[in-house]
């Protein structure tokens, strides 16, 4: 016990030593790592020697590093061979740097281990990496931290390739891809380029974006700016006078619609603040704050910089090959500096720094409210007031991530019931007494919903909720298209109405096999479809005009449903897809 905690201490304690105590330290940090079999002490001294080495290029390799590189290589656990990995690539091993490259160009490799190669080379400054990056923005494994990882390199093309790929991207990933085209004035001049002539929305460079933008200081970015989104406003009268105008037009005017609020607090806000158990830690966690009070929300919205806390405030740091990130210094000594921006987490290499000024501002940009609609504002500041958390109203960007085929995310369930396998989303139970539900955050009106579906065995029974609400034993109120022997193609109002339609479509279903089911909701419309065979087809105006989609177990005996390949698209033609 002794001589592990003393390892472990050397090991975090790499960074503060001088390069003779270093080049010591680590020769007899390898010479335990290759004496010890301990998986767990493994994992505990390479963890320790990435943290102490963060940041850090070109660090002479110890000896004997090669032979226990070797060793743990082959060790069965991923995480040490990662970190094995990329500490070799700290050592400047052209080995790791060849096999790092080889597991990012595998698309059939397992994605995490792809993006942590990625990770890996962007922080080695791998010379060839840029060029990768953007073929790699067509793989959506990896293509979020693609986007990201383009900000390390002044590369003329990557601007170009961002650009014409924006408008396929999801709200995420737009995100990321704004943050990447600010991060650079080259980037940033094509970025407003774009906004000009309209093929990227002004209102989607959120206030966070264009105070990056006016980060440059660059006559010809402020001019841009300027005659986009106009001059910023820093007198306190201003403010106030603008309190004001919000304050009385969300009291005269109807109350907001909270679902739609969370969709606009997710464009805006979720990646620096937590609300609900969900969100950013960059900014502080507002669950417990004075939500309440319509002024308390307008004066921390509209004048961020009245109060700063100290941890809260940013900082600009400016690489030497022109780089500018804005964000909150957590961390940095003499040989990296680690700065927490809305969308990641960079450690720059001290020797990498031109400059570091800590601004009297605080990380939440002002004029946040200036790119929303009096709408918009109403919705935000409802769902800010709001209690409890809301379903999200699904909108044109949210709802590419429905289902993002890795994860449950946005998705609420018991896990021990239902989880992800290949791409498939799987609902498995040994018996159930009551009915279990998988449900989805977002908020649907008229869509179209696409999937497959697979039960096994057929004669037990599960269902698509739709138009449906969460109610508050957990349970699922609403539509449900229904599957299972006896019931497949039949429209059942779970907690209400009982069965509307009661005609069976038994005779379209591959049994135990895969079905393809297909929901149209247009209005009063509904329409179902199995295998492209019409079952439902009914206008009933006493239903629901929206709600939640969600999956359901059956109580009952032992059974397996899956769902795969889902689609949503919104406000359809009411016409069934699959019939045609």
């Not at 990321?176 to 094509?190: F, P």
């Not at 921006?341 to 601004?359: F, H, W, Y």
Request: glycine share 8%; net charge negative.
């Amino acid at each position: 016990m002794i001589l592990r905690l003393f390892v472990l201490m050397a090991a975090l304690a790499i960074g503060f030593t001088t390069h003779a105590q270093n080049d010591e330290a680590l020769t007899a940090l390898v010479q335990v790592l290759g004496e010890n079999d301990d998986l767990q002490f493994q994992l505990d001294v390479l963890r320790g020697m990435s943290e102490g080495l963060k940041g850090r290029r070109g660090v002479r390799m110890p000896q004997g590093w090669d032979d226990v590189a070797t060793k743990l290589g082959k060790s069965s656990n991923r995480e040490v061979r990662e970190l094995t990995q990329s500490l070799s690539l700290t050592f400047g091993s052209a080995t790791a740097m060849n096999s790092l490259r080889n597991t990012l160009a595998d698309a059939n490799a397992d994605p995490a281990a792809r993006r942590n190669a990625l990770e890996s080379l962007v922080q080695a400054r791998d010379p060839n990496l840029p060029p990768v990056l953007q073929k790699l923005l067509s793989d959506p494994a990896v293509r979020a931290a693609a986007v990201r990882g383009l900000a390390a390199y002044d590369d003329p093309k990557s601007a170009e390739v961002l650009l014409n790929l924006y408008n396929s991207l999801n709200q995420a990933e737009k995100k990321d891809a704004l943050n990447t085209l600010v991060s650079r004035a080259t980037y940033a001049k094509a970025l407003l380029s774009a906004v000009g002539n309209k093929s990227v929305p002004a209102r989607d460079l959120s206030a966070d974006i264009v105070r990056q933008l006016r980060n440059f200081k660059d006559a010809e970015i402020n001019q841009q700016v300027e005659k986009l989104w106009g001059v910023a406003r820093d007198t306190e009268a201003d403010k106030l006078k603008e309190i004001a105008k919000y304050k009385s037009m969300i009291t005269v005017e109807p109350a907001g619609d909270a679902s739609h609020g969370r969709a606009i607090f997710a464009r805006t806000c979720l990646q620096c603040h937590t609300l609900f158990g969900e969100g950013g830690k960059v900014g502080p966690d507002i669950t417990g704050s004075n939500r309440g009070d319509l002024d308390y929300i307008l004066q921390n919205i509209v004048d961020p910089n009245a109060v700063i806390p100290n941890d809260y405030r940013t900082s600009n740091l400016e690489t030497k090959d022109e780089r500018v990130i804005t964000g909150i210094v957590t961390k940095q000594d003499e040989n990296a500096v680690t700065i927490v921006t809305a969308n990641e987490t960079v450690i720059v290499p001290r020797s990498d720094v031109k400059s570091l000024q800590q601004g009297e501002i605080s990380m939440m940009p002002e004029g946040l409210l200036q790119a929303l609609n009096n709408g918009e504002v109403r919705d935000l500041v409802a769902y800010l007031k709001s209690p409890g958390q809301v379903p999200m109203a699904a909108t044109p960007d949210n709802v590419l991530t429905f289902f993002n085929g890795k994860d449950l995310s946005g998705w609420e369930g018991n896990t021990n019931l239902w989880t992800v396998q290949d791409g498939e989303i799987v609902g498995k139970t040994a018996g159930l007494k009551n009915n279990e539900f998988l449900k989805n955050s977002l908020l649907l009106g008229d869509f179209r919903l696409v999937l497959r579906v697979k039960l096994t065995p057929n004669k037990e029974n599960s269902g698509i909720q739709f138009r449906s609400e969460v109610e508050p034993s957990g349970s699922v109120k609403g539509y449900q298209a229904d599957v299972g022997a006896g019931w497949w193609g039949k429209l059942y109002e779970e907690h209400g109405r009982a069965l509307l339609w009661d005609k069976s479509g038994e005779a379209h279903v591959k049994t135990e096999d895969w079905n393809t089911y297909e929901i149209v909701a247009v209005g009063s419309r509904i329409r179902t479809a199995i295998n492209g065979k019409l079952c439902v087809d009914l206008d009933d105006p006493k239903g629901a005009r929206r709600g939640i989609i969600a999956f359901q177990l059956h109580s009952g005996e032992a059974m397996e449903v899956r769902f795969k390949d889902l689609k949503i698209e919104l406000d359809p033609k009411f016409e069934l897809s699959t019939t045609k």
